[in-house]
């Protein structure tokens, strides 16, 4: 059975400050994804990796994908309070069933 | 946006009744997915669609059940709603490798 485990789940943070994000995920699949949601919102796609080593950035948001260590990371550089929100990681089952991450909710103070 | 609507947006509802929450999109995608958000889980996947008439379980299918007579309409019934129905609903469609949300159903079970 694939499980997905975030951490930090909760993560309180200065504005100009960086802080990743991780996302480890128990047996094998090469199919990462991110996904932004704002409070009473839906969620938003930000990233999709797709092979070991992938790494996609956007802004202040970068996210890397390492398949041999089952870990993927979410690196947030110099945090404006406009990243504030659950971010949450999810893995592919081989079938585009997706398996998520319980979620980090990011408060970035002014 | 990704062309995908759900009705109703919000519904309160008693124990013991049927509920049905409609999924629609308009872009012709085969892949449909309806999901339940709890605190702290993450998002579960409860039943997928992969064409019309085709449909299969995910996680936390017992008491639910799916119906997609129509490419653009994926049904999700609780045939006796419980409390631990309540939920925030979310459909999903894939397009390649990305899954995009709809607005989501806000249900409480009374």
């Avoid at chain 1, 694939?2 to 993560?11: R, T």
């Avoid at chain 2, 339940?36 to 039943?47: A, F, N, Y």
Wanted: hydrophobic residues 30%; charged residues 20%; aromatic residues 12%.
């Amino acid at each position: 059975e694939l499980k997905v485990e975030q951490n930090p789940l909760f993560l309180s943070m200065q504005e100009g400050k960086n802080y990743t994000i991780y996302c480890n995920y128990s047996t094998t699949s090469d199919r990462l994804y991110w996904y932004r949601q704002d409070p009473g919102k839906s969620l938003e796609s930000l990233f999709v990796l797709l092979s070991n080593g992938a790494v996609k950035q956007e802004g202040r948001l970068m996210a890397s994908l390492d398949t041999k260590a089952r870990l993927s990371t979410l690196h947030i550089t110099a945090a404006v309070h406009d990243l504030s929100a659950t971010y949450f990681c999810a893995v592919d089952m081989d079938n585009y069933q997706l398996i998520w991450g319980a979620g980090t909710k990011l408060i970035i103070k002014p | 946006d990704a062309g995908i609507t759900q009705s109703p947006r919000h519904k309160v509802t008693e124990t013991g009744t049927p509920v049905t929450l409609r999924c629609h999109q308009t872009e012709n995608h085969r892949y449909m997915y309806w999901y339940r958000q709890d605190p702290g889980h993450g998002l579960r996947l409860i039943h997928y669609s992969y064409g019309v008439k085709d449909t299969d379980k995910g996680e936390v299918s017992d008491g639910y059940s799916v119906s997609r007579s129509k490419t653009e309409d994926f049904l999700l019934t609780l045939e006796s709603a419980t409390s631990s129905q309540t939920s925030v609903y979310f459909c999903a469609i894939r397009d390649f490798n990305e899954q995009f949300f709809g607005p989501g159903t806000r249900l409480t079970v009374l």
